[in-house]
């Protein structure tokens, strides 16, 4: 059984930051891209970043470009998002996805696995 489970949200002010955690069981995590997704309500899930199974070149959204950064540690099965200068805009539930496929993607249907998220709350 694949699960993945976030942690680390939270609510904070705007310039604030946090870290999200996403621990992964039931697949060969080292070998498995990963991708991180937002919602907020109303809204479509919208991509973030993703990180391909060797941490090489991650990409990001434009909206959390030079803000925020991936990361993986492959020998704790955890992926990783420092989020640095938090916006109002940028609360939403935070997903983590697994793809077991060739390559990163930017869309979560291209996505095997998802976590049950984790809520982050800015404010002004």
């Known amino acids: 059984q694949v699960l993945l489970v976030e942690s680390g949200g939270g609510l904070v002010q705007a310039g604030d930051s946090l870290r999200l955690s996403c621990t992964a069981s039931?697949?060969?995590?080292?070998?498995?891209?990963m991708g991180w997704f937002r919602q907020s309500p109303g809204k479509e899930r919208e991509f973030v970043a993703n990180?391909?199974?060797?941490?090489?070149?991650?990409d990001y959204a434009d909206s959390v470009k030079g803000r925020f950064t991936v990361s993986r540690d492959n020998a704790k099965n955890t992926v990783y998002l420092q989020m640095n200068s938090l916006e109002p805009e940028d609360t939403a539930v935070y997903y983590c996805?697994?793809?077991?496929?060739?390559?990163?993607?930017?869309?979560?249907?291209?996505?095997?696995?998802w976590g049950q998220g984790t809520q982050v709350t800015v404010s002004s």
């Open positions: 996805e697994a793809r077991l496929g060739v390559g990163v993607r930017s869309s979560p249907t291209e996505y095997n696995y």
């Open positions: 039931g697949l060969p995590f080292s070998s498995t891209n």
């Open positions: 990180i391909n199974w060797s941490a090489r070149r991650p």
